[in-house]
């Protein structure tokens, strides 16, 4: 299975840096945690796919009936039902 080297917070290119503080500052929001998550900080290398990432997963995830967390949870569901390795 292939790997992404994940970039240390001063190796993030400057086009990513901003949206990396937005991703950071809503998982310490929603989830209390104060680091980048592994699936994020693997976009850093292609900020615009990591932008377009963002864009869909706040369209997803915006306020609703749903909370958030639960969100997150049925989409952990759906990867461990489809054998996801991730």
């Not at 992404?4 to 993030?12: G, K, M, R, T, Y």
């Not at 990591?50 to 989409?75: I, Y």
Request: hydrophobic content about 40%; glycine content about 2%.
């Amino acid at each position: 299975m292939p790997t992404i080297h994940q970039l240390a917070d001063n190796e993030v290119p400057e086009a990513a840096r901003e949206l990396v503080e937005r991703v950071k500052t809503r998982e310490k929001r929603v989830f209390g945690i104060d680091t980048l998550s592994n699936i994020w900080r693997s976009m850093t290398h292609h900020p615009e796919y990591m932008k377009a990432n963002w864009e869909r997963s706040r369209a997803t995830m915006q306020r609703g009936d749903v909370p958030p967390l639960v969100k997150e949870m049925v989409a952990s569901a759906v990867s461990i039902v489809n054998a996801c390795d991730y």
